[in-house]
């Protein structure tokens, strides 16, 4: 019985944390950027007819003026704004742009949860568990199952097919068609929301053919032919009309750009190795999973061959997608669930035979520790960083809440800076144009002829800017108008490490627990700090550091 409690207790907490994540940090990146206003400009404007369709696009909707370097699928902001809409009808003044990345974040959640029951079959109960502990520690997953990229649009989608490429006892009958719908579903997340997904199906095609688990003409075949269907049909038809284009496959597109003619390169490249010896170590964030765990799996005998078939297929997909020089940790994040598995089985075995030999007994209670010290890691030090690193949202808040005096203004003219567009400024943070008092309009222009112009800055009531940085100096040489700094917005700028009888600030821990909790949360927050400096640390702690980001300037007549 205390068994089944564990296991549900860590099998709610996914989508606990993953929802937790989301209101400390609900801000977005100017990578999640294209599906946030997607989302925001079907909510928003909502979608036109054919006969009017390009004229209403272009003048509304945001992706005509910022298209980005490759065009990017409709489908999942479509989906996302579809499920918020009842919400928007229960509560108009609910945050839409949290609403959307809820929805996501549980898919993910769901998902993750899916799996973790799919090992509960294939390897039991004390399996689970030890996957569900890991997984729940990991940072990267949970903080970014809400985010709205790309990437976490198809992550759902390839959990979910790992999850029925587990094998059940019992269930032998049923486990071809398993494959079947596995492979259908990576086929159309790869074609929909991310080509690299292409790699990852061939290689788990490959892996289950070799191995026996399927057949081409029987299952290979048909599903890749209805895969292929469902996500060319989707996307060419959704995405050829948000974009005015037809035929376009967004993902052929991009496909094209960054691979084929090698324009993810500029933003970057990295060693061959890059992925295992920086990406997975830090995705996994707790060591013991690939230091300990993983090896142990597949030392034994009894562990080895379900050890293989989880990450024989990911970690060839690794290698493959190595040859490509620039890397990100997102673009291998898929592999993650079987990895943890992998690694679960192998802290199984150690548990269940702690009390056959001192090794086995240390190595459990250091499987044990090792979450909590990860789970610690990753809520009180990653996730307030992270949290802290948005300062163009939290600039835009500050404008709008304590510094325009709209008494007397019928239009307010705001610049939003590259920055601040970077680090969190999104259209559901702006005013809607058709408030009934004061209008806001805002420009993101970012060409550098025309903000050599005077003309240009002296439109502008406010301007968010860089706080140090080649827009203010624009800004004051070139303005006809005098500009004051109102207010300067930190951000995040490392770690600072408190030597004994030092005053902790703790400010962006504060400001995140006044979020969730109020003052009172902030209150036992402190007592416990000083408890744990006083009796564990004897006076040493590590807060975050803060630095000036964004600066509010007012134009003074």
Not at 93 to 117: C, K, P, T
Not at 426 to 438: A, D, E, G, Y
Request: aromatic share 14%; charged share 15%.
């Amino acid at each position: 019985m205390g068994r089944d409690i564990v296991f549900l207790f860590l099998f709610l907490l996914i989508p606990g944390l993953v929802l937790l994540h989301l209101l400390v940090a609900p801000y977005t990146k100017v990578e999640e950027s294209f599906h946030v206003q997607a989302i925001h400009d079907i909510e928003t404007y909502g979608i036109p007819s054919l006969d009017e369709a390009t004229n209403y696009l272009q003048e509304h909707y945001d992706h005509f003026k910022f298209p980005g370097a490759v065009p990017r699928t409709f489908i999942g902001a479509l989906v996302l704004s579809g499920l918020s809409r009842p919400f928007i009808w229960l509560n108009e003044n609910a945050d839409r742009q949290v609403f959307a990345r809820a929805i996501l974040g549980l898919f993910n959640a769901s998902a993750l949860m899916s799996y973790a029951s799919g090992i509960e079959r294939a390897f039991g109960q004390p399996t689970a568990i030890w996957y569900l502990f890991f997984q729940t520690s990991q940072f990267h997953v949970l903080y970014y199952a809400s985010r709205t990229l790309s990437n976490m649009f198809a992550f759902g989608i390839s959990t979910l097919a790992m999850r029925f490429l587990l094998f059940e006892p019992g269930v032998r009958h049923k486990h071809r068609a398993q494959c079947r719908f596995s492979l259908c579903l990576l086929t159309v997340a790869g074609i929909i929301f991310r080509s690299e997904l292409a790699l990852f199906l061939a290689t788990h095609t490959l892996f289950l053919l070799l191995t026996g688990r399927v057949s081409l003409l029987r299952d290979v075949i048909p599903a890749g032919i209805l895969g292929l269907s469902i996500g060319l049909v989707s996307t060419v038809f959704v995405d050829s009309f948000f974009w005015q284009q037809f035929p376009l496959w967004p993902e052929l597109a991009a496909f094209k750009f960054n691979v084929v003619s090698g324009g993810a390169s500029a933003w970057g490249t990295q060693p061959w190795h890059f992925y295992f010896s920086n990406s997975i170590p830090r995705l996994l964030l707790n060591p013991c999973t690939y230091l300990i765990g993983i090896p142990v799996a597949f030392s034994l005998s009894s562990t080895r061959a379900a050890t293989a078939y989880l990450l024989t297929p990911s970690l060839a997909f690794v290698a493959l997608f190595s040859s490509q020089p620039h890397k990100e940790w997102r673009f291998i994040l898929y592999v993650i669930p079987p990895l943890t598995a992998a690694a679960a089985l192998g802290a199984s075995y150690i548990w269940t035979h702690r009390t056959k030999s001192i090794i086995y007994r240390l190595l459990s209670i250091v499987m044990v520790l090792s979450p909590l010290a990860s789970f610690a890691i990753s809520t009180f030090v990653l996730l307030p960083s992270s949290a802290a690193n948005y300062p163009g949202a939290h600039a835009l808040r500050a404008l709008h809440e304590n510094h325009a005096d709209t008494s007397s203004q019928s239009e307010v003219s705001v610049y939003l800076g590259n920055l601040a567009c970077q680090t969190g400024v999104t259209r559901f943070l702006q005013v809607p144009s058709n408030t009934p008092s004061t209008v806001w309009k805002y420009d993101k222009t970012e060409d550098e002829t025309i903000k050599s112009s005077s003309t240009f800055w002296n439109q502008f009531d406010y301007a968010l800017i860089e706080a140090v940085g080649p827009e203010e100096c624009k800004l004051t040489s070139w303005a006809v108008s005098r500009w004051e700094n109102v207010e300067l917005i930190n951000g995040f700028a490392g770690i600072r490490v408190l030597r004994p009888g030092e005053k902790a600030k703790g400010s962006v821990e504060e400001s995140a627990l006044r979020r969730l909790g109020g003052e009172r949360a902030i209150g036992a927050w402190e007592k416990g700090r000083e408890l744990v400096r006083r009796v564990v640390t004897r006076g040493w702690w590590v807060e975050l550091r803060m630095e000036p980001r964004i600066k509010i300037m007012r134009r003074v007549e």
